[in-house]
């Protein structure tokens, strides 16, 4: 979409072509690519590429013995029962709405602030936890810095900070050292899919007293 200025880096969308990006961070990309014709386009340029390249490759030889082991193991496998699913409407890009419909029919959001609420989700890895964030019209996250580094895509509506606006679709990198404090449009309310690698530093004199609420849960 025309309106996204935000994108992964060419070497992210190399590395999830070939299958090489950690799960957290796919995930991501997997969600900025349901908005994005761009990355979308640059990404089948780079399957093309690696499909060229594996035409071109020198071809093996296989055993036929491990050939026939392989086909009779595959030939052996149950086959997959054949169901209608009914899939509610929803917002949210595919990748995401199947996260959360493995562990809850809805996100399960949970006050964060005032102007913020988070609900996680499983993703079966233990480097980043991912969730989902929602700020309220017009709310204000507190001014924090980043310990580590955070994905964040754009799901609804927008948000801004110091440096820019953030529209659906748009996809950002924070690392560490990184500082800035989020708010919502006035217009309605954001909804953000994040992969953060570590808990972020409050810039309030008082921020110690949110640690035990601050902890990061990958799961």
């Not at 086909?71 to 209608?84: G, N, Q």
């Not at 990748?95 to 809805?106: D, F, G, R």
Request: with cysteine.
């Amino acid at each position: 979409m025309s309106s996204i200025k935000h994108h992964p880096s060419r070497a992210m969308l190399v590395d999830f072509s070939a299958g090489n990006l950690g799960t957290a961070e796919s995930i991501c990309v997997s969600a900025h690519l349901h908005f994005c014709d761009q990355c979308r386009n640059e990404l089948m340029r780079l399957d093309q590429v690696a499909s060229q390249l594996m035409t071109e490759a020198e071809p093996q030889t296989i055993d036929e013995d491990l050939f026939d082991s392989v086909m009779s193991k595959i030939d052996a496998l149950p086959e997959a029962p054949t169901k209608v699913e009914t899939e509610e409407k929803s917002d949210f890009p595919h990748t995401v709405t199947k996260l959360i419909n493995e562990t809850e029919s809805a996100p399960n959001w949970r006050r964060m602030s005032s102007s913020v609420d988070v609900a996680r989700v499983r993703t079966g890895q233990n480097k980043y936890e991912v969730a989902l964030h929602r700020i309220c019209a017009g709310g204000k996250t507190p001014h924090h810095g980043h310990n580590g580094t955070e994905f964040t895509v754009v799901l609804k509506g927008s948000f801004s900070d110091e440096q820019a606006v953030y529209s659906e679709g748009d996809f950002l990198l924070r690392g560490p050292g990184d500082k800035h404090q989020p708010m919502g449009a006035q217009n309605g309310e954001c909804i953000c899919l994040s992969a953060l690698e570590a808990p972020i530093k409050l810039s309030s004199p008082l921020g110690f007293l949110m640690k035990p609420w601050l902890r990061i849960n990958p799961m």
